[in-house]
């Protein structure tokens, strides 16, 4: 009902950026939080940044300073800007939602995940 397609990944060096972009689709009638999700080989998954449909924020504390989360309403889309990239910024990134569909249901999706990996 609800897909959650990411991109924006790749290979940077220590101290490039990246911006990744994740766009909602199928059958919406609003969504609410949109969130970024990294996860590392053997290490769970973990909440690096989210935004509300207002657009107020939240940052992990390893990434505050260094990421900026965003959205368009109208695109149905979130993006995360990433500056200052770490080593251990290496991850996938998984985009979620909350997202109220057409029947009014709410229904909390995932992205498919984009691999950043950030070395020398």
């Known amino acids: 009902q609800v897909q959650l397609v990411e991109s924006g990944g790749g290979l940077v060096q220590p101290g490039g950026s990246l911006r990744l972009s994740c766009a909602a689709s199928g059958s919406i009638f609003s969504i609410y939080n949109m969130n970024w999700y990294h996860q590392a080989p053997g290490e769970q998954r973990e909440l690096v940044a989210s935004?509300?449909?207002?657009?107020?924020?939240n940052y992990g504390d390893s990434v505050k300073g260094r990421f900026t989360i965003s959205r368009d309403n109208a695109k149905n889309t979130v993006y995360m800007q990433m500056n200052s990239l770490k080593p251990e910024d290496t991850a996938v990134y998984y985009c979620?939602?909350?997202?109220?569909?057409?029947?009014?249901?709410?229904?909390?999706?995932w992205g498919q995940g984009t691999q950043v990996t950030v070395s020398s």
């Open positions: 935004i509300t449909s207002e657009g107020s924020t």
């Open positions: 979620n939602a909350d997202v109220k569909i057409i029947s009014r249901a709410i229904v909390n999706s």
